[in-house]
């Protein structure tokens, strides 16, 4: 093959790749071992993983939620485990209508009309969203980014922007709400393709949507609206409802492992209008010449189903399995079920950051309304703090903002989900007082 394209070794033909990632040595690995000394080596990896015994408050994208024992139950059904793109309707209705749920259940959710089949996950499903306003908006090339959005996100919407001749603009925030700066809002105008906005936002708080939508709209611009937590749709306004045109969500809430970052499953909804423009694909109802209701793929604008050139997107996929996972769990749990551990969410929330903000020496950051995230001030670097209450109080007690804002060290983020007992909270509190 090197012969063949006129190279000589495959170091030549890797030669894109910078010399200081390279592994340069053997893989460190055990010569081969039976299944038994491999389950053994297994267990005493899995020892050493201390953090699944420590009290976790990390948030920040990934959540601990409980998961009722049903959703693995059902997932790993041979004929879902397996199961891969429904190209033939006829031998694959099941996965087809559970499809189409997620759909209705994500439109239920977001407040939108229509929404597709999944997409890898919320951080990519943003990138997807902000090509497709620039699609809508056609002769546009700017779009406004706020400051506060996950910075991971922001990072993977440059990567897939950076060669598209696309102006990413940051809206700055509130030094005391937390929100995004009004006055920054001026930035609109004509040249403005879409506004990105997170909420519950990176910092805890929850935007004011209706505004910004209302003010993206004078100028012709899109709502963007972004969701990293979404079990806080069980107790929140809907985007839709608040006048946002695109919405994207991070569905790992439901009923999702952590599973160290992945793999979790995004979720993509519109406005009816913009339908074509949407990327992936869509499940819809047909029906034959007899009446008989049947589900097929629609709206299919991926590289697989046409010319590459057309597409909408080239790299976006369903994540069918954990779509199944979030479709159980939100049928499993309810309207009723969503609200009440929303709700939980909440008031552990305001219990703890209450608690916290009592402490001589600690503060909240930001006094904008929150789900179940917040920012405290520390009296010392936040960085020092966490690992000392991880390393002598087994708690990992949040993440350090100075890792995305090295201008606030002393500030780290707090989550709390129904997951954490009041007896931990009580615990972190303590801590943080000693």
């Known amino acids: 093959m ?3 394209i006129g190279l000589s070794s495959t170091n030549e033909l890797f030669r894109s790749i910078p010399s200081d990632v390279l592994l340069n040595r053997k893989l460190n690995i055990t010569e081969p071992l039976a299944e038994s000394e491999v389950i053994g080596e297994m267990k005493s990896f899995a020892a050493q993983n201390s953090a699944a015994k420590k009290t976790s408050f990390l948030g920040g994208g990934v959540y601990s939620h409980f998961s009722p024992t049903v959703v693995d139950h059902l997932i790993q059904r041979s004929e879902f485990f397996t199961s891969y793109t429904p190209y033939q309707p006829e031998v694959t209705q099941g996965t087809l209508q559970y499809i189409f749920e997620f759909q209705t259940l994500v439109c239920q959710l977001t407040g939108m009309d229509v929404a597709n089949a999944s997409m890898y996950d919320g951080s990519t499903a943003m990138a997807e969203a902000i090509l497709m306003a620039l699609r809508v908006s056609r002769k546009r090339h700017k779009v406004l980014v706020a400051e506060t959005v996950h910075p991971e996100y922001f990072e993977v919407a440059k990567t897939y922007t950076q060669h598209a001749n696309i102006e990413l603009d940051k809206i700055r925030f509130d030094e005391n709400s937390g929100r995004i700066l009004s006055n920054d809002l001026t930035k609109l105008d004509e040249e403005t393709a879409a506004i990105v906005i997170q909420s519950p936002n990176f910092f805890g708080c929850i935007e ?3 505004n910004i939508a209302d003010q ?4 012709g611009a899109l709502l963007i609206v972004t969701v990293t937590e979404a079990i806080s749709f069980g107790l929140l306004k809907t985007p839709g409802a608040c006048g946002a045109d695109i919405v994207v969500a991070e569905g790992q809430s439901f009923g999702v492992p952590m599973s160290f970052g992945g793999p979790h499953v995004g979720m993509f909804a519109c406005k009816q209008k913009y339908v074509r423009n949407m990327p992936g694909r869509l499940s819809g109802v047909a029906y034959d010449k007899d009446g008989n209701r049947g589900f097929v793929l629609t709206l299919a604008t991926r590289e697989q189903h046409i010319r590459r050139e057309k597409a909408t997107s080239n790299i976006c996929t369903n994540q069918g399995l954990i779509a199944l996972a979030a479709t159980i769990y939100m049928e499993t749990m309810g309207k009723k079920g969503l609200q009440e551990v929303a709700m939980q969410n909440a008031q552990k929330a305001a219990y703890a950051a209450k608690k916290i903000s009592e402490i001589e020496g600690f503060s909240l950051a930001f006094d904008a309304p929150k789900f179940n995230e917040f920012i405290v001030t520390a009296p010392l670097p936040a ?9 002598e109080k087994d708690i990992l007690g949040g993440i350090a903002l100075s890792r995305y804002y ?4 002393n500030d780290f983020l707090v989550c709390v989900t129904e997951t954490n007992t009041r007896g931990q909270i009580d615990s972190l509190v303590s801590s943080l007082r000693g």
């Not at 090295?406 to 060290?409: E, I, L, V």
């Open 2 to 4: 090197l012969e063949e």
């Open 208 to 210: 004011d949507l209706q």
């Open 216 to 219: 993206a709209h004078e100028v």
């Open 383 to 391: 960085e020092t703090l966490l690992k000392k209450l991880s390393s």
């Open 406 to 409: 090295p201008d606030r060290p």
